[in-house]
């Protein structure tokens, strides 16, 4: 069974799919930690509410050193570090530790609306502003970059010309359930692999 943890910062909705996918048995892995960058972020009362270890590790507080101590909690602890709306950016020895261990759910398709300051409302507000008539999200690999791992899974949505950024937004998020959910399966089931910037096997 694959031992993930997941990262967050906010509601959680994107943990709250997993841990929905792993009681269906559509997922066979265990969630053995679930970290947050904040405080009070949703996501930690849903973890808590199924008896998941938390940790809430303050970004504030410990700027860069939030990798080293991520590290520290889930070396030989875990297979897969799952970021599901997680906002502070990984580096050092935590990315060479989990090489291609560590994904990310982002509201877009990559390489659209994606790279440094791109999170939350304002992925969609661009999206929107740009007139792209689909947009979707996007699950990869992490590296030493932002947002600029290998792609494992695209979904696409239709964008409306009566869309608000709120609008779009919700309706990426319920595409983020499946596609994150979809990553890990694929993960768990070993069938995949990666030659240079292509994910093979899905
Ligand atoms: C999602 O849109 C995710 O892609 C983005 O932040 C949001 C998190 O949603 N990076 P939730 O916390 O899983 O509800």
Avoid: W
């Avoid at 580096?91 to 390489?111: D, R, S, W, Y």
């Amino acid at each position: 069974m694959l031992k993930i943890a997941v990262l967050v910062s906010g509601s959680g909705s994107n943990l709250q799919a997993i841990i929905d996918n792993i009681e269906s048995g559509y997922l066979n892995c265990s969630i053995e930690a679930v970290i947050s960058d904040k405080k009070d972020a949703y996501g930690i009362d849903r973890a808590k509410a199924k008896d998941i270890k938390t940790y809430i590790l303050d970004r504030k507080q410990l700027g860069i050193n939030i990798s080293s101590e991520i590290l520290k909690i889930l070396d030989g602890k875990v297979d897969l570090i799952v970021l599901a709306g997680f906002l502070s950016i990984l580096q050092g020895e935590l990315l060479h530790v989990f090489k291609n261990k560590i994904i990310n759910i982002h509201p877009a398709l990559i390489p659209c609306f994606c790279g440094g300051g791109m999170y939350g409302m304002k992925v969609h507000e661009k999206a929107i502003e740009y007139g792209v008539k689909v947009s979707g999200c996007t699950v990869h690999f992490v590296d030493e970059g932002t947002d600029s791992g290998p792609i494992i899974i695209q979904k696409v949505v239709d964008v409306y010309s009566t869309d608000t950024a709120k609008d779009l937004q919700l309706r990426v998020l319920k595409q983020e359930h499946k596609a994150l959910s979809e990553a890990i399966k694929y993960i768990s089931d070993g069938r995949i692999t990666i030659k240079g910037r292509k994910v093979l096997g899905i």
